[in-house]
């Protein structure tokens, strides 16, 4: 296959597409961010919907219902990843290294 092939279809399917982004864009009324921030969650939400509704169907064994499925990853995921990230950047890792790093020296007595 050639990347430049312009004859090579894509496959998409893009029920699952606007399901992921219908997902993604209604959960922006919960997200605080600025526009470019939203925007890639947004994309990130519907890519996370396209790639990961059929394996979790598949997994939780409702296959005949993708399309609400994918909606909720698109709903739920990003705003899950935006909260695990914002507390990500409340921890103080300057903080928590000395403190690390002063208990190795006690333990070991370095």
Do not use: H
């Not at 864009?25 to 947004?42: A, H, I, N, P």
């Amino acid at each position: 296959m050639n990347l430049t092939d312009a004859s090579t279809p894509l496959n998409l399917d893009l029920t699952k597409i606007a399901i992921g982004l219908a997902g993604a864009t209604v959960s922006l009324k919960f997200v605080q961010g600025r526009w470019w921030e939203r925007l890639g969650l947004v994309v990130g939400g519907a890519a996370l919907s396209y790639f990961g509704t059929t394996p979790c169907a598949a997994l939780v064994g409702v296959k005949d219902a993708e399309g609400l499925l994918g909606f909720l990853i698109g709903l739920f995921g990003m705003g899950l990843v935006t909260k695990v990230y914002e507390g990500l950047q409340a921890v103080d890792a300057r903080s928590i290294a000395s403190k690390v790093t002063q208990w190795i020296g006690n333990r070991f007595g370095a």
